[in-house]
């Protein structure tokens, strides 16, 4: 099954290519959230990453409480945490949601049932990405993107859906996912920054990024990292 739209490979400088080249997946773990402990490690990560956004400040000293909404406490939304696996720091955390136990979060913002056909279904959406400052940032959020890929294609999800602003757009293109177009921008209820619907197509997704030549394909594909298996 092929993408929504076809697929292009990565229009990557050679600096670009060669940076995604030797990014490291090993040095981290991925694991379901679980417990107040977890959901307030999330809380701030999401302070700290959201909070940038003018309209998402909020006052010091103010609750992490905000920063959790009632998806969140759903009991079949998955909360992950992507920690330093030799520390457990936290790093990133995500949100993920299957349309197979009901309408994933993006459907209350754009029509998914005319952007996306029958067949590209199911659908794990990811939303809440949320990262620390951290001298290993961007393999980490990409190693965390493998740990959702592979738990997806074990669960037989066809698509990958999520939104994203500009400022992280190309983290997405790197992975070679597919913008929905014009018609499935908006501007995000909670920030007001104009956001783009993307999507990954789980099944084709080896073949598509080795044909292309992906700079990812050795950490993706090639390369064993046990704790990135969610189970």
């Known amino acids: 099954m092929t993408n929504v739209l076809e697929a292009a490979a990565p229009a990557l400088c050679d600096q670009r290519r060669q940076q995604l080249a030797a990014l490291d997946f090993g040095g981290f773990r991925v694991r379901r959230a679980a417990g107040a402990d977890d959901l307030a490690v ?41 920690e330093e696996a030799t520390t457990g720091t936290p790093i990133a955390s995500m949100r993920v949601q299957d349309s197979r136990a009901g309408p994933v979060e993006l459907a209350r ?12 279904w199911p659908l794990l959406q990811c939303a809440r990405l949320a990262a620390v400052r951290h001298p290993q940032r961007t393999a980490a959020l990409f190693a965390f993107m493998k740990a959702v890929w592979r738990r997806a294609l074990a669960d037989g999800v066809q698509n990958l859906i999520l939104a994203t602003p500009y400022w992280s757009r190309w983290m997405y293109e790197a992975l070679q ?36 030549g992906n700079p990812l394909a050795a950490q993706l594909f090639h390369t064993q990292h046990p704790l990135l298996d969610l189970a």
């Open 109 to 120: 913002l754009v029509d998914l049932g005319a952007l996306v056909p029958g067949r590209e």
């Open 177 to 212: 996912f597919t913008d929905l177009g014009d018609a499935a921008a908006f501007a995000h209820p909670l920030s007001g920054a104009a956001h783009r619907v993307m999507i990954f197509d789980v099944p084709s997704a080896q073949s598509r990024l080795e044909g292309a």
């Open 42 to 82: 999330i809380a701030a990560q999401r302070a700290e990453s959201f909070g940038r956004v003018i309209r998402n400040q909020r006052p010091v000293g103010a609750s992490h409480d905000g920063w959790l909404d009632k998806i969140d406490h759903h009991p079949a939304t998955g909360l992950l945490l992507l």
